[in-house]
């Protein structure tokens, strides 16, 4: 019986990388079958809304996603889909594994990095309850609670132990925000004890920033409350190549949506030029999400393998291919 998957394209280059992605994901012989739902700026023209209802309910039906890029507007407009979508599923735990693919040229290339990033997905400052006070003064909330707290801890225990990573490292910011912060590493600590066999450590995030940039190698499984995870996790990709290059997953416990964490690029959008390798290696991670572990592995292997050769690639990672030669080389290096 096949998999049933909602597809979500996105905007800009979103639709470029998800039909790539699509390709790539038949070519290993997965039974996956696809129901494709819009949000966004199509979304908006089709249906009135960004965020139309038909996506909670194809989602409600598969429990799982594929999403491409969408757009968020600055200082204004319309909130993020991606909180929506996180806050209407309960998919408080984003994970982003960072790894170096072969070949790719970056000034870290030469260290064996293999970081995973769990940030809490729900809560913190991105809660958006935001009001100006009075005119020229504006209160935001910082939402730290007990129960987002344990679970995200729980999450990356969980996952160092079933990987057998051997260090968990809680990143905060309670030397000022002592009750907030205080209260995420207290969950944190409370979770490390019931995992003996793993080393536990804490950083202060600008510490932690420092020493990413400094000796990413010395990192192994990162935890961190949402907008320290949002910044830390970018901060982390720009180590292995870039947002083009690392996958995401956002967990629920009956939901998830895997995406790329990139922008929309208008600029390139529909000119063939789209690095599809986001959205691919976020595949990687639903299929083994599915219980396909042996098409995700050949994906994986493709994808590896594609820029171990060189030949491929695209132009933002060096190369002169385009999408389209990209996907191919992949599928070829799958057959």
């Not at 809660?127 to 990356?156: D, N, W």
């Not at 935890?223 to 970018?234: A, F, K, R």
Request: net charge negative.
């Amino acid at each position: 019986m096949a998999h049933l998957i909602t597809l979500i394209p996105g905007d800009g280059i979103g639709p470029e990388v998800a039909a790539a992605t699509v390709r790539a994901v038949e070519a290993t012989g997965a039974a996956v079958e696809w129901e494709q739902v819009e949000a966004g700026a199509k979304a908006l023209l089709d249906y009135g809304q960004l965020l139309p209802d038909e996506v909670f309910a194809s989602l409600e039906v598969t429990r799982v996603g594929l999403k491409g890029p969408t757009a968020t507007p600055i200082g204004g407009g319309h909130a993020s889909i991606n909180v929506a979508l996180r806050k209407k599923l309960g998919l408080y735990t984003n994970f982003r594994p960072v790894r170096m693919l072969p070949g790719l040229k970056t000034r870290f290339r030469d260290l064996p990095l293999d970081m995973a990033i769990f940030r809490e997905n729900t809560e913190d400052l991105y809660a958006g309850l935001e009001h100006e006070v009075v005119p020229g003064v504006v209160e935001s909330l910082k939402i730290i609670t007990q129960k987002a707290s344990l679970r995200i801890a729980r999450a990356a225990f969980e996952y160092a132990r079933r990987y057998r990573r051997k260090k968990v490292t809680a990143i905060h910011k309670a030397n000022i925000m002592k009750l907030s912060d205080g209260l995420f590493l207290k969950c944190c600590r409370e979770v490390a004890a019931q995992f003996p066999e793993i080393v536990y450590n804490e950083l202060i995030v600008d510490n932690a920033c420092m020493q990413l940039v400094i000796r990413p190698e010395t990192f192994d499984v990162l935890v961190l409350p949402n907008l320290y995870g949002d910044i830390v996790s970018d901060l982390a990709a720009g180590l292995v190549g870039g947002l083009g290059i690392v996958p995401g997953a956002n967990i629920g416990d009956h939901h998830a949506v895997f995406e790329a964490v990139h922008g929309t690029a208008p600029d390139i959008a529909g000119k063939g030029l789209a690095n599809p390798t986001a959205l691919m290696q976020s595949a990687v991670l639903l299929l083994a999400h599915i219980g396909e572990p042996e098409a995700s592995a050949r994906l994986q292997a493709a994808i590896a393998k594609v820029y171990a050769d060189g030949a491929h690639l695209t132009g933002d990672v060096g190369g002169k291919s385009s999408t389209t030669g990209f996907t191919d080389a992949v599928i070829a290096a799958i057959a």
